[in-house]
């Protein structure tokens, strides 16, 4: 049988999402059952089926298949995709509140991994009903019994009701599905209510605008009805509604209750058509939203700036455009005196930044210095007012702060238990509060602490990962803010402060800044004519100084003889290479050095999705 969408009894509709650590084989059963139920057939399958996306992006069309639709036994499955990382755990919560069940999978040769219980608590505070599977039981290091063991533990069920199966030879899968047929609850829901429908995802599309991925709650929406987004009261018609499978497809009945799909307004700014929204009727509206709609708040901030500085236009255009797909990107133009115009960016976290990064230059062809990334700040002055610094340069300096305030989080990392030294060492070194320690199985550990989000932003990943051989795996969640002894460290060449290299530490680690950003610009500017200090402060007090020794470079020193063209030749030269300087006062500043002393290795897991 194969249903209508628009007519399907919501007791034959299961909508369910996969959740999984990073590579644990979410895209490859997600394969299978695109093969098994007959959406893609043998010939048109192909790997990661659902990924397509990647390419499409990078010619420009972004419709992500964000909930495919799958016949399967008489019934419907809604497969619902989430991101799957911190930065976007406020969207991956969203799309889970458009399920009813989730498919936790858990590679049989890794076991648990941090982003496994992110996921299961958001998957069990959104009361979804949980089922446990291992997955790449193929693999000749897989240890089902053990990780059976140690997943029953953590959800609390028997061993023996932990599926197991493997994405790639598809054993188990079909026995999967008829597990979420079985087990998974159907959508409830009131036919003959006003409309309701939660925004899961929205995308920007080049040719149709945005496509927004819906999931109705209540009632129906149809084609060409004026539809309300209650969170900004905009109302818009929809030019076209349908649901995935595995290719949009237009639905001619509409969307009933508990269906899932995705519809297109017209609307060019995924802004007017945001994650978390309640679409209803702007003829017969529905009273009240669904649950909690929130902005995402940005947590992470940093200056990007062209190195070219005549990039700036193309800067700006390349953000604009970029958030007409991303409504969490924020965004004001900034000057620095030493880098120009640029502008200060707010990110979700570090992997949102680096993919920020990687597409203005990959997708706008442009080269970027961006300054090292900060949290935001609340700082109380003696006077009772309150700053919000989401910039070092905005600190204020002077002895009228009484109080400084820094975002927390609560972190988790996951590693074998031989590793609990080191790691407790790296948080210590951080400023970290250990929260608890639980034996997931005897040899494999939960370690939980209280971190400021700024002391995560550095290198925190990487470091984590060399110590203990790229075993551990590190979730965080924001946990509100505590006070802390913070200050405002200066860089000064030649007496002038640098405003790109001014960061916000804790006074223990003032002077360990201090010293290391002297050592590394001291390497990293050439000699000039004279001497040049430089020097880390702390308002007026310096902390460490190096010294760029003077040199005169004469460049004609070498031309004996009076040939003119040669001699003039070489000070063209000189005056090329003077263009790709910046001035400091009268000191003068190569690109490079700029981009090298701001380059942090931050850690994040590797993007994915
Ligand atoms: N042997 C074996 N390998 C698998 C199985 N499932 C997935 N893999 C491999 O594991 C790797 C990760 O699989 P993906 O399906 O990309 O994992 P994912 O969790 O979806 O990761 P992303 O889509 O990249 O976020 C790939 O190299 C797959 O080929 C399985 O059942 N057996």
Redesign the pocket.
Known sequence: MRTQPGQTDPALIRNFCII????????????RMLQITGVVDDRSMR??YL?RMDIERERGITIKSQAVRLPYDGHVLNMIDTP?HVDFTYEVSRSLQACEGAIL?VDAAQGIEAQTLANLYLAMNADLHIIPVL?????PAAQPEKFAEELAGLIGCDPSDVLR?????GEGVRELLDHVVREVPAPVGRADAAARALIFDSVYDTYRGVVTYVRVVDGHLGKRERILMMSTAATHETLEIGVISPEPRPAELGLGVGEVGYLITGVKDVRQSRVGDTVTSAVKSAGEMLAGYEHPKPMVFSGLYPIDGDEYPELREALDKLQLNDAALVYEPETSAALGFGFRVGFLGLLHMEIVRERLEREFGLSLISTAPNVIYRVIMEDGSELTVTNPSEFPTGGKIAQVFEPVTKSTILAPSEFIGAIMEICQGRRGNLLGMDYLSEDRVEIRYTLPLGEIIFDFFDQLKSRTRGYASLDYEPAGEQEADLVKVDILLQGEPVDAFSAIVHREKAYAYGTEMAKKLRELIPRQQFEVPIQAAIGARVIARENIRAIRKDVLAKCYGGDISRKRKLLEKQKEGKKRMKMVGRVEVPQEAFVAALSTDSGSDKP??
């Open positions: 999984a650590h990073i590579d644990h084989g979410k895209s490859t059963l997600a394969d790997a990661q990924d799957g999978l997955n790449k039981i193929d693999l199966v493997s994405g790639k030879t994915k999705k």
